[in-house]
Nanobody, 130 residues
Framework: DVQLQASGGGLVQAGGSLRLSCTASGVTFDDYAIAWFRQAPGKEREGVSCFSSALDSTYYADSVKGRFAISIDNAKNTLYLQMDSLKPEDTAVYYC???????????????????????WGKGTQVTVSS
């Protein structure tokens, strides 16, 4: 049974940092593409960052390039999203997600919705004040 649990959200001032964590059970990251998505009120869900280990492929949305970094701790079975230089427009509920990869996929195809995600964690709220 696959479970994902995101945490680490909160209220931060613009320019600040947060690190989101996603603990996973029933998942071996080598066999999955993993992702962070976000959804702001009134907006569509957006793929923020995705990683595919099979192709060593990492994707970042243009809006977060140079500010966010995705990483994995396989020993802890935990996915992270380090968010620096936060802006008010980063305010959203952030979700971690995973896709089984019986065949290798590129991370941008996961983040852009070409391939769907199989498992989603409950979101964590990030609020950036100006």
């Amino acid at each position: 049974d696959v479970q994902l649990q995101a945490s680490g959200g909160g209220l931060v001032q613009a320019g600040g940092s947060l690190r989101l964590s996603c603990t996973a059970s029933g998942v071996t990251f080598d066999d999955y593409a993993i992702a962070w998505f976000r959804q702001a009120p009134g907006k569509e869900r957006e793929g923020v960052s995705c990683f595919s280990s099979a192709l060593d492929s990492t994707y970042y949305a243009d809006s977060v390039k140079g500010r966010f970094a995705i990483s994995i701790d396989n020993a802890k079975n935990t996915l992270y999203l380090q968010m620096d230089s936060l802006k008010p427009e980063d305010t959203a509920v952030y979700y971690c997600a995973a896709r089984r990869t019986p065949f290798a996929v590129y991370s941008d195809d996961v983040c852009n919705g070409y391939y769907g995600l199989d498992y989603w964690g409950k979101g964590t709220q990030v609020t950036v004040s100006s």
